[in-house]
């Protein structure tokens, strides 16, 4: 007994995709170092259905599992303007053995006069 047998390479009409199987297709083809093509041809899928998909996982059209992201814009960082030291009208002087006078302000850096006066001593 001699049959013929027929082999279809491609599935004719249309097929329907869950919405597991899209999450499983646009996950691997989006996935870093793939190249898109390359899912399609594997998944026999074609180029505007898996761009279709990505639009409607944007938009929140897909049930899904996977993170969504949101746009983020790196700014300049803000650099606080210096304010300047509040006035005030306390002098301080100090005198040093071997008749060094030193006048400052009230609101001088406590640091840079320990800095100054370790120097003239």
Known sequence: MTGRMEVVGRVS???RWSDAEKLEIL???FRPG???CDVIAR???SSSLIY???KQLREGKLACA???FAEVQVAEPVVPTPQPAPCSSGLIQIEL???VRVSV???VDAGALARVLSVLR
């Open 27 to 29: 996950a691997e083809a």
């Open 13 to 15: 009409g249309r097929r």
């Open 34 to 36: 793939v190249r898109v």
């Open 66 to 68: 996977l993170p969504v």
């Open 43 to 45: 998944r026999d899928v």
């Open 97 to 99: 053995p071997g008749g």
């Open 52 to 54: 279709t998909w990505r």
């Open 105 to 107: 302000n009230a609101g």
